[in-house]
Protein backbone atom coordinates (compact mmCIF):
# COMPACT_ATOMS: atom_id res chain seq x y z
CA UNK A 1 0.00 0.00 0.00
CA UNK A 2 1.47 3.50 -1.18
CA UNK A 3 1.94 5.41 1.05
CA UNK A 4 1.57 4.01 4.47
CA UNK A 5 0.02 1.19 6.01
CA UNK A 6 -3.59 0.86 7.86
CA UNK A 7 -4.02 -2.07 10.87
CA UNK A 8 -7.32 -3.65 10.51
CA UNK A 9 -10.10 -2.05 12.48
CA UNK A 10 -8.69 0.78 13.65
CA UNK A 11 -9.29 4.36 13.23
CA UNK A 12 -7.97 6.46 10.07
CA UNK A 13 -4.73 7.91 11.09
CA UNK A 14 -3.79 11.58 10.15
CA UNK A 15 -1.15 12.75 7.35
CA UNK A 16 1.23 15.75 8.12
CA UNK A 17 3.52 17.63 6.30
CA UNK A 18 6.26 19.13 7.79
CA UNK A 19 9.50 20.69 6.81
CA UNK A 20 12.27 18.82 5.52
CA UNK A 21 15.33 17.91 8.10
CA UNK A 22 18.67 19.62 7.49
CA UNK A 23 22.22 18.84 8.18
CA UNK A 24 23.89 21.93 9.60
CA UNK A 25 26.99 20.82 8.70
CA UNK A 26 26.23 20.43 5.05
CA UNK A 27 24.70 17.12 4.29
CA UNK A 28 21.21 16.23 2.04
CA UNK A 29 18.56 19.36 2.64
CA UNK A 30 15.61 17.23 1.15
CA UNK A 31 14.27 13.42 1.26
CA UNK A 32 14.72 11.44 -1.58
CA UNK A 33 11.85 12.34 -3.98
CA UNK A 34 10.50 8.20 -4.35
CA UNK A 35 7.66 7.35 -2.11
CA UNK A 36 8.70 5.40 1.35
CA UNK A 37 6.13 2.67 2.81
CA UNK A 38 5.86 1.31 6.45
CA UNK A 39 4.69 -1.61 6.78
CA UNK A 40 4.06 -3.23 10.47
CA UNK A 41 5.85 -6.39 11.80
CA UNK A 42 3.84 -6.61 14.92
CA UNK A 43 2.51 -3.91 17.42
CA UNK A 44 2.18 -5.49 21.32
CA UNK A 45 1.61 -4.18 24.43
CA UNK A 46 -1.22 -3.47 27.07
CA UNK A 47 -2.07 0.35 25.32
CA UNK A 48 -2.12 -1.12 21.64
CA UNK A 49 -4.17 -3.95 21.85
CA UNK A 50 -5.04 -5.49 18.12
CA UNK A 51 -6.81 -3.04 15.97
CA UNK A 52 -6.15 0.13 18.33
CA UNK A 53 -3.10 1.70 16.03
CA UNK A 54 -2.94 3.08 13.14
CA UNK A 55 0.00 4.34 11.18
CA UNK A 56 0.27 6.55 7.92
CA UNK A 57 3.18 8.65 6.15
CA UNK A 58 3.41 12.41 4.93
CA UNK A 59 2.97 13.09 1.28
CA UNK A 60 6.51 14.40 1.38
CA UNK A 61 8.22 11.72 2.62
CA UNK A 62 9.03 13.57 6.25
CA UNK A 63 7.21 12.10 8.63
CA UNK A 64 4.60 9.41 9.69
CA UNK A 65 2.01 9.45 12.22
CA UNK A 66 0.64 7.07 14.75
CA UNK A 67 -2.46 7.24 16.16
CA UNK A 68 -4.14 4.88 19.33
CA UNK A 69 -7.23 4.54 20.09
CA UNK A 70 -7.48 2.72 23.64
CA UNK A 71 -3.94 4.01 25.25
CA UNK A 72 -4.83 4.70 29.26
CA UNK A 73 -2.90 3.86 32.41
CA UNK A 74 -5.16 5.04 35.64
CA UNK A 75 -3.94 4.31 39.26
CA UNK A 76 -6.27 5.30 42.34
CA UNK A 77 -9.59 4.98 43.40
CA UNK A 78 -11.16 1.33 41.97
CA UNK A 79 -8.54 1.19 39.15
CA UNK A 80 -7.54 -1.95 38.54
CA UNK A 81 -3.95 -2.81 40.09
CA UNK A 82 -2.16 -3.54 36.79
CA UNK A 83 -3.38 -0.43 35.00
CA UNK A 84 -1.09 2.27 36.19
CA UNK A 85 1.50 1.48 33.85
CA UNK A 86 0.44 0.96 30.28
CA UNK A 87 3.14 0.23 26.86
CA UNK A 88 3.08 -0.36 23.14
CA UNK A 89 6.45 -1.34 21.26
CA UNK A 90 5.49 -0.97 17.71
CA UNK A 91 8.32 -3.07 15.16
CA UNK A 92 8.18 -1.01 11.62
CA UNK A 93 9.97 -2.48 8.61
CA UNK A 94 10.53 0.94 6.82
CA UNK A 95 10.94 0.64 2.56
CA UNK A 96 13.01 3.73 1.67
CA UNK A 97 14.50 4.47 -1.69
CA UNK A 98 17.75 2.84 -2.59
CA UNK A 99 20.59 5.01 -1.84
CA UNK A 100 19.59 6.72 1.15
CA UNK A 101 19.08 5.96 4.92
CA UNK A 102 16.62 7.44 7.56
CA UNK A 103 17.10 8.34 11.33
CA UNK A 104 14.25 9.61 14.07
CA UNK A 105 14.91 13.42 13.81
CA UNK A 106 12.24 14.32 16.35
CA UNK A 107 9.13 12.92 17.70
CA UNK A 108 5.62 14.77 18.95
CA UNK A 109 3.71 12.89 21.55
CA UNK A 110 -0.28 14.09 22.44
CA UNK A 111 -2.75 13.06 25.07
CA UNK A 112 -4.92 13.97 28.42
CA UNK A 113 -3.96 13.52 31.87
CA UNK A 114 -6.10 14.31 34.58
CA UNK A 115 -4.23 13.87 37.81
CA UNK A 116 -4.96 14.23 41.38
CA UNK A 117 -3.21 16.32 44.03
CA UNK A 118 -0.29 14.64 44.49
CA UNK A 119 -0.90 12.18 42.07
CA UNK A 120 2.24 11.88 38.75
CA UNK A 121 2.82 10.47 35.75
CA UNK A 122 5.25 10.09 32.87
CA UNK A 123 5.23 9.42 29.43
CA UNK A 124 8.53 7.46 27.92
CA UNK A 125 9.68 6.35 24.81
CA UNK A 126 12.55 4.73 23.30
CA UNK A 127 14.04 4.10 19.89
CA UNK A 128 16.48 1.79 18.23
CA UNK A 129 17.02 -0.47 15.03
CA UNK A 130 17.18 -4.10 15.35
CA UNK A 131 20.18 -5.22 16.15
CA UNK A 132 21.80 -2.27 17.18
CA UNK A 133 23.04 -1.59 20.59
CA UNK A 134 22.35 2.11 20.30
CA UNK A 135 19.14 2.58 22.42
CA UNK A 136 17.52 6.52 22.69
CA UNK A 137 15.55 7.11 25.77
CA UNK A 138 13.10 10.34 26.67
CA UNK A 139 10.92 10.56 29.68
CA UNK A 140 8.47 13.50 30.07
CA UNK A 141 6.95 13.72 33.58
CA UNK A 142 3.62 15.27 34.50
CA UNK A 143 2.84 16.26 38.40
CA UNK A 144 -0.69 16.82 39.83
CA UNK A 145 -2.62 18.71 40.14
CA UNK A 146 -3.07 18.81 36.22
CA UNK A 147 -6.21 18.82 33.97
CA UNK A 148 -5.55 18.91 30.51
CA UNK A 149 -4.04 18.59 27.51
CA UNK A 150 -0.52 17.73 27.51
CA UNK A 151 2.44 17.24 24.58
CA UNK A 152 5.86 16.00 24.60
CA UNK A 153 8.39 17.00 22.15
CA UNK A 154 11.84 14.12 21.55
CA UNK A 155 14.37 16.13 19.66
CA UNK A 156 17.99 14.82 18.40
CA UNK A 157 20.62 16.45 17.01
CA UNK A 158 22.18 15.82 13.69
CA UNK A 159 25.04 14.52 15.29
CA UNK A 160 23.63 12.54 17.78
CA UNK A 161 21.12 10.61 15.27
CA UNK A 162 21.33 7.20 15.23
CA UNK A 163 20.89 5.74 11.44
CA UNK A 164 19.54 3.13 9.69
CA UNK A 165 22.54 0.86 8.54
CA UNK A 166 22.95 0.99 4.51
CA UNK A 167 22.25 -2.46 2.13
CA UNK A 168 20.64 -3.74 4.63
CA UNK A 169 17.07 -4.43 6.06
CA UNK A 170 16.62 -3.49 9.84
CA UNK A 171 13.18 -3.12 11.40
CA UNK A 172 13.10 -0.33 14.05
CA UNK A 173 11.17 -0.28 17.10
CA UNK A 174 9.30 2.02 18.94
CA UNK A 175 8.58 1.66 22.65
CA UNK A 176 5.94 4.16 24.34
CA UNK A 177 5.13 3.49 27.85
CA UNK A 178 2.31 5.48 30.07
CA UNK A 179 2.78 5.43 33.76
CA UNK A 180 0.47 6.57 36.69
CA UNK A 181 1.03 6.32 40.26
CA UNK A 182 -1.54 7.90 42.68
CA UNK A 183 0.35 9.17 45.36
CA UNK A 184 -0.67 9.38 49.18
CA UNK A 185 -2.29 13.07 48.69
CA UNK A 186 -5.77 11.62 47.20
CA UNK A 187 -5.15 7.62 46.89
CA UNK A 188 -9.12 7.38 46.80
CA UNK A 189 -9.90 9.33 43.42
CA UNK A 190 -8.84 7.89 40.20
CA UNK A 191 -5.71 9.40 37.90
CA UNK A 192 -4.96 8.38 34.91
CA UNK A 193 -2.80 9.73 31.57
CA UNK A 194 -3.95 9.05 27.94
CA UNK A 195 -2.38 8.59 24.41
CA UNK A 196 -5.23 8.72 22.44
CA UNK A 197 -8.66 10.54 21.54
CA UNK A 198 -11.86 9.57 21.14
CA UNK A 199 -12.45 11.52 18.03
CA UNK A 200 -9.18 10.38 16.53
CA UNK A 201 -7.67 14.26 16.58
CA UNK A 202 -5.03 13.38 18.75
CA UNK A 203 -1.76 11.18 17.35
CA UNK A 204 2.15 10.70 17.51
CA UNK A 205 4.25 12.44 14.79
CA UNK A 206 7.79 10.89 14.03
CA UNK A 207 9.98 13.47 12.02
CA UNK A 208 12.69 11.74 9.90
CA UNK A 209 16.05 13.56 8.54
CA UNK A 210 17.18 11.94 5.31
CA UNK A 211 21.05 11.61 4.05
CA UNK A 212 22.83 9.53 1.19
CA UNK A 213 24.23 6.31 1.79
CA UNK A 214 28.39 6.43 1.01
CA UNK A 215 28.97 5.65 -2.58
CA UNK A 216 25.41 6.66 -3.75
CA UNK A 217 25.54 7.60 -7.88
Known sequence: ???????SGAAAA???AVLPAHNPSGGIADPPPDRIVIDIA???GSGCPQGTAAIAVSEDNTAFTVTYSDYLAQAGGGSNPTAFRKNC?????VHVPQGFT????SADYRGYASLQRGASAVQRASYYFQGSSSTVYRNHPI????DDNWQATDTTDWAQMVWA???VQRNFNINTELRVTAGTASPGKVSFMTMD????????VYHMAWKECPGKK
Do not use: K, R
Open 1 to 7: MPGGLLL
Open 14 to 16: LLT
Open 42 to 44: TVN
Open 89 to 93: QLNLV
Open 102 to 105: YAIA
Open 143 to 146: NGAY
Open 165 to 167: PCG
Open 197 to 204: STDGDLST
